[in-house]
């Protein structure tokens, strides 16, 4: 199955699960190759293709399932059983061998699993405020690829209140919000 055919199969689960579960916002069903796949294959641009991608709350795949389908080695942490359950459907019937679903907290998974900070990154899109991703990523001091929205500029400054760190903000290509990489935490 090449990409195409496993963004297709993957908006065919997306659609089909969204039905009984809240997977997306039902007003981005219509329009899931910009709002949703574009959206989080941006990211490839700014990850080396050598990192090992840990997804913090995953949910319905974004941005962890698009970077696995572009070929990143990816971990996805959702702590919802039902959101997991609908990862691991995604993950047999894409044959995403490079994807790897846990269903934890992200503490407990942090805490117990020892990461590289040269070969690790962490992504997060719609997960939440940025102290609080902090919160859970600073000690492994990881680069973060982070999808923000336009309120990303506060976010940071209530932050660096708590943490000390280098950042770069990017344009969303698909919207009105940013990419924020921060590293050297």
């Known amino acids: 199955m090449n990409n195409k055919d496993k963004f297709e199969q993957y908006t065919l689960l997306l659609k089909k699960w969204s039905q009984t579960m809240n997977l997306v916002a039902p007003s981005t069903l219509s329009d899931i190759q910009n ?17 090992n991608i840990i997804d913090l709350g995953s949910g319905a795949g ?15 942490i959702e702590s919802k059983n039902k959101k997991t359950n609908f990862l ?3 993950k047999q019937e894409l044959a995403l061998q490079n ?8 503490e407990n998974f942090i805490s117990k699993t020892p990461v590289n900070t040269d070969t690790t990154v962490f992504t997060a899109r719609a997960f939440a405020p940025l102290v609080k991703i902090l919160d859970y990523t600073a000690k492994t001091k990881c680069q973060l690829f982070l999808l923000k929205g336009r309120n990303i500029p506060e976010e940071i400054t209530l932050a660096q209140t708590k943490y000390k760190f280098n950042y770069t903000l990017t344009p969303s290509k698909t919207g009105d919000g940013f990419i924020l990489h921060i590293k050297d935490i």
């Not at 709002?35 to 990192?51: E, G, V």
């Not at 974004?62 to 996805?76: D, H, N, R, S, T």
């Open 35 to 51: 709002r949703h796949f574009d959206d989080s294959a941006q990211l490839a641009t700014h990850i080396p293709k050598d990192k």
């Open 88 to 90: 691991n459907v995604v």
């Open 62 to 76: 974004f941005p962890g399932v698009v970077l696995a389908i572009l070929g990143y080695k990816v971990v996805c």
């Open 99 to 106: 994807l790897t679903i846990i269903n934890d907290r992200i």
